[in-house]
């Protein structure tokens, strides 16, 4: 019995892995739904987590307010933050090419209250 000659390397089951794990990636990133409303986040070099059970204020481009979700103004933003517990987390989501008098209006009416669980959503350098 004659032993072959080992001349290369079959790529074909590595290629067969990789084509299931990219369609496993794509499938799944379509499913994944980040943001409902589409802002350009800034960036920052300091990483920390998003806590899921929060309320989430979102300042868009144009200077429109939402509160979870809905569109509201400064005035209706102040009696629904009026009921909330002052221990609540609040994430400020404001889009970077807003004016910053719009960011500072809705951490004005925030700091008003005395809420101490502010943050500001940013995006990292990934």
């Not at 590595?14 to 379509?30: C, E, G, K, Q």
């Not at 005035?75 to 090419?97: A, R, V, W």
């Amino acid at each position: 019995m004659a032993i072959k000659k080992f001349e290369g390397i079959n790529v074909i089951p590595f290629v067969d892995i990789m084509l299931v794990l990219l369609a496993i990636v794509l499938t799944t990133s379509t499913l994944v739904e980040k943001n409902l409303i589409p802002v350009s986040l800034p960036k920052s070099s300091s990483k920390s987590k998003v806590v899921h059970k929060s309320i989430v204020i979102t300042v868009k481009k144009n200077g429109e307010i939402f509160y979870k979700q809905n569109p509201l103004t400064l005035t209706s933003l102040k009696e629904k933050i009026s009921i909330l517990p002052l221990n609540s987390i609040i994430n400020i989501n404001c889009d970077k090419e807003s004016k910053f008098e719009n960011f500072v209006s809705v951490l004005d009416i925030l700091k008003q209250r005395e809420f101490k669980n502010i943050s500001i959503i940013t995006k990292t350098d990934d």
